[in-house]
């Protein structure tokens, strides 16, 4: 009697969840990622622009039906920075970078068919407490992969959105005057300014650092007496 005929296995299907890590410089996506050509063919470009022990750790993909009158995007999230990538009318890619220390707010929106991913990024220095941004929207992505990408983002931004608020601090601090919470007074230095070394201005700064909740009022209060006991 004939065994019964082993049951066919199916191919990796496309769940949309993110892929395993590409490292730079891999030829091809893993296998389980079940994209098709042209998705693999895209990633292999976004690997080609990774930079040594950089890995694409999550990745989303615009749906056809969102790229009708234009070409497809894909987003990916690395273990340094975001990537954009658009294909070019007449073939190519333009490709759109923000690391993670100029990434100011990340915003998902989730509709029926995709999901939209909107990007705020700084243009000045790293870490600058002040400076301008510019704006960067995907329409259409796959939900799935778009919701993993988002989770990297908004963890990389908060990240990097405490340390500028630690920057902000010690700038705020120094224009105070130098002094430090906690430790003895340490009022202007030789060859300060005279507007460092006015009380007044640092009281100033003490009620804006106060304001911006830099400091809490039992910090503000102490900053206050010392600036007080030095006049």
């Given at each position: 009697?004939a065994?019964?005929?082993?049951k066919?296995t199916?191919s990796?299907a496309?769940?949309?969840?993110s892929?395993p890590?590409l490292?730079?410089g891999?030829s091809s996506p893993?296998?389980?990622?079940?994209e098709d050509?042209q998705?693999q063919?895209?990633?292999r470009q976004?690997?080609?622009?990774?930079?040594?022990?950089e890995?694409?750790d999550a990745y989303?993909v615009?749906?056809r039906i969102f790229?009708l009158d234009?070409?497809?995007?894909m987003?990916?999230?690395?273990?340094?920075r975001?990537?954009g990538?658009?294909?070019?009318?007449?073939?190519?890619f333009e490709p759109?970078?923000?690391?993670?220390q100029?990434?100011?707010?990340i915003r998902?929106?989730?509709g029926?068919?995709?999901?939209?991913?909107?990007l705020?990024a700084?243009?000045?220095p790293d870490?600058?407490v002040?400076a301008q941004?510019?704006?960067?929207?995907?329409?259409g992505?796959?939900?799935?992969q778009a919701?993993?990408?988002?989770r990297?983002?908004?963890?990389n931004?908060?990240?990097?959105?405490e340390k500028r608020?630690?920057r902000?601090?010690?700038?705020m601090?120094?224009k105070?005057?130098?002094?430090?919470?906690?430790?003895?007074p340490s009022m202007?230095?030789?060859?300060?300014?005279?507007e460092?070394?006015?009380?007044?201005?640092?009281?100033?700064?003490?009620r804006?650092m106060?304001?911006k909740?830099l400091?809490?009022d039992s910090?503000?209060?102490?900053?206050?007496a010392?600036?007080v006991?030095?006049?």
């Open positions: 009697m065994s019964p005929p082993p066919p199916s990796p496309n769940t949309g969840e892929p890590a490292a730079a891999s893993a296998p389980s990622t079940g050509a998705v063919q895209a990633l976004l690997s080609a622009l990774l930079i040594p022990n890995t694409i989303a615009q749906r790229a234009h070409r497809r995007t987003v990916a999230a690395t273990s340094g975001f990537l990538m658009q294909r070019k009318l007449f073939g190519g759109q970078t923000v690391r993670w100029d990434l100011k707010d998902l929106q989730v029926t068919f995709g999901a939209d991913l909107t705020v700084l243009t000045a870490l600058a002040t941004t510019h704006t960067l929207v995907y329409t992505l796959r939900k799935t919701e993993a990408v988002y990297l983002c908004q963890a931004e908060q990240a990097w959105r608020r630690i902000e601090l010690e700038e601090r120094a105070a005057g130098g002094i430090q919470l906690g430790t003895a202007s230095a030789a060859g300060s300014t005279s460092d070394a006015d009380p007044v201005k640092k009281l100033e700064r003490a804006e106060l304001s909740g400091i809490s910090e503000y209060e102490s900053l206050k010392r600036i006991s030095s006049m």
